[in-house]
């Protein structure tokens, strides 16, 4: 079975600019999370969708958002990018709401000029 | 505040040496713990975990920890490093309030492999 999926692998913006990264979890899960690793630390939790509906937000800002598809993929949308979005965007799945056992994709990696 | 504490960022060891990474944490309620490791340019795997029950839990790869209570600890250990288990290494706490389902991640320990 595959693991999470996420694309692109990486991608180059500027500063200003719009992103949308893209996820697929594992097949039969239906929550999705979103986490943004800086160069040198651990993930921050972002988002955390289950069945279309936010059910969980960091602490980011606005210029950050997502949402779920009906086949329970996710997108999350970066708008007015700034050098310090550069990082590793992590998407992870789990069986549903509130399960904590989550599985990791590779990520995608932004870097803003 | 919840969180995670990994006191060493970088630990360099021989290969056939054991490992012992630690983690601190600071929760409100019993925590669900975890274990991620993270090979360069690539995303976590999930090394092993702690729900309740046993203290010591076994996981993947050869790896285990040990819940500490009292010393609000879950260290990782191995008693015999391969090579290949060069990586960086991270200890997350689950259930954070109201929004269950997300983790919070220590800054990771790096561990370097000497032949």
Same mark, same amino acid.
């Given at each position: ?5 996420? @694309? ?42 289950? *069945?279309? *509906? *936010? ?9 950050? @958002? ?8 996710? *997108? ?22 509130? @399960? ?14 | 505040?919840?969180?995670? =504490? ?23 309620? =019993? ?77 990771? =320990? !790096?561990?370097?492999? !000497?032949?």
């Amino acid at each position: 079975d595959a693991g999470v999926t996420q @694309s692109p692998t990486h991608l180059i913006k500027t500063r200003g600019q719009h992103v949308t990264l893209r996820c697929s979890p594992i097949s039969g899960h239906k929550s999705v999370s979103w986490y943004q690793q800086v160069l040198g630390q651990g993930p921050q939790f972002i988002f955390q969708y289950y *069945e279309k *509906e *936010e059910r969980g937000r960091g602490n980011f800002p606005d210029r950050f @958002s997502a949402r779920q598809f009906p086949n329970y993929s996710s *997108e999350l949308n970066v708008n007015a990018l700034l050098l310090g979005d550069s990082a590793l965007y992590l998407c992870a799945s789990s069986s549903r709401t509130g @399960s904590i056992e989550q599985y990791f994709g590779p990520g995608t990696r932004l870097t803003v000029t | 505040a919840q969180s995670v =504490t990994q006191p060493d960022i970088h630990i360099t060891v021989s290969e056939g040496a054991s490992l012992e990474l630690r983690c601190n944490y600071s929760y409100g309620a =019993t925590p669900y713990l975890f274990w991620y490791v993270q090979s360069p340019g690539q995303g976590l795997q999930l090394l092993l975990k702690y729900f309740s029950g046993d203290t010591l839990v076994q996981g993947i790869k050869g790896f285990e920890a040990e819940f500490k209570r009292s010393q609000s600890s879950f260290n990782l250990r191995k008693p015999s490093v391969h090579w290949s288990d060069a990586a960086e290494y991270f200890c997350a706490v689950g259930g954070y309030g109201g929004s269950q389902g997300n983790l919070i991640f220590g800054k990771g =320990t !790096k561990l370097s492999v !000497k032949p």
